[in-house]
């Protein structure tokens, strides 16, 4: 990993760009953290009040009407980018363009050459930029690895994941100029829940999508061949809510992962689908503060990348998220 000059923080100063309602999972996440450790400093928004109004309500020092005045401020350690998908790109790339690291809610980017121009520039400035992919940095990732390892389910030979949330009536999730549909922002979990416990030594991708009347992908499926035989087989919608599971078979049993999305318990089944363990995730605030905690873990250590996500594995995602729309004729109309 390329590294540059390390650095150490009292206090690392998050600003958060962007006031909607992602922007209050991160707030409640770093308002939950020792301030010690880091802490909720600064808050943009395109209209000013509404900045105010949010930083008031989560205790935040400094509220900003616009981005720019925001990343002007020499305060700010490091940026997390919380506005819809189609502004990441411009958003991140501003933040770069200011000096700022920049931690990108998912999906990083629309398309790969996006991704990897702000890679790039990242690289140029001797910044870290790191995506919000959530579950790529929580306790539960490791406990998984671990227990597969441990060949307690015997050889596996597949997984499948789901995840589904009734977004039909978010106006952005039907649009296509807004880089809408069930993919980008459901269907990139179950594609990282199968890339976590994979690789990424993918053969074939077969997958077939349900559309909208506006030409997003409503509902899909997509199932990824290994090379070493191994299949994944993963679902996503945005018409309805699924029971969000993951399931890793064995010749001795399976691994239920409840929720991944923001996985709640590991479970152990025998071949005979007898539960023999169950495993809790460690308590956490809500999640957010494990990518915070990377974030500036690698910062401090000169890293301009975060090992738990590093840039070849988001751009392996976009890349992928790109083939399958190609595939469905899912086109955004600024490509």
Not at 83 to 109: A, D, I, N, R, W
Not at 304 to 332: A, F, N, S
């Amino acid at each position: 990993m390329v590294k540059t000059k390390t650095r150490r923080y009292a206090t690392m100063k998050v600003a958060i760009l962007g006031a909607g309602n992602i922007a209050t999972s991160m707030a409640t996440a770093l308002g939950g953290l020792d301030r010690s450790v880091a802490e909720a400093y600064a808050i943009a928004a395109r209209d000013y009040e509404r900045a105010k109004e949010f930083a008031e309500k989560w205790g935040i020092s400094r509220a900003y009407g616009s981005y720019e005045e925001m990343l002007s401020d020499p305060e700010v350690d490091l940026v997390y980018v919380a506005t819809p998908h189609v502004f990441h790109y411009e958003h991140s790339k501003m933040c770069l363009e200011h000096g700022k690291p920049v931690l990108c809610e998912k999906p990083f980017t629309v398309t790969s050459a996006q991704a990897e121009e702000l890679f790039a520039l990242a690289e140029a400035k001797k910044l870290l930029i790191a995506e919000a992919m959530w579950t790529r940095y929580m306790p539960s990732r490791k406990m998984i690895q671990d227990l597969m390892e441990s060949k307690v389910i015997g050889e596996i030979t597949s997984l499948s994941g789901n995840l589904g949330y009734e977004h039909i009536n978010i106006d952005r999730m039907r649009r296509l100029e807004m880089a809408g549909g069930a993919l980008m922002d459901l269907g990139v979990y179950p594609i990282n829940f199968a890339l976590m416990c994979f690789g990424d030594k993918i053969k074939e991708v077969q997958s077939t999508c349900v559309k909208l009347e506006t030409g997003v992908d409503a509902q899909e499926s997509m199932t990824f061949i290994y090379e070493d035989g191994k299949m994944a087989v993963l679902y996503a919608s945005m018409l309805v809510h699924s029971n969000r599971l993951g399931e890793i078979n064995g010749t001795k049993g399976c691994i239920e992962v409840q929720n991944i999305n923001n996985c709640e318990e590991i479970r152990v089944l025998d071949e005979k689908r007898q539960l023999v363990a169950r495993y809790p995730v460690p308590e956490q605030i809500n999640g957010y503060e494990y990518e915070v905690l990377a974030c500036k873990k690698a910062i401090e250590e000169g890293l301009l990348e975060c090992p738990e996500m590093p840039h070849e594995e988001i751009l392996k995602v976009v890349k992928i998220t790109e083939y399958l729309r190609k595939e469905w004729g899912v086109i955004y109309p600024f490509e």
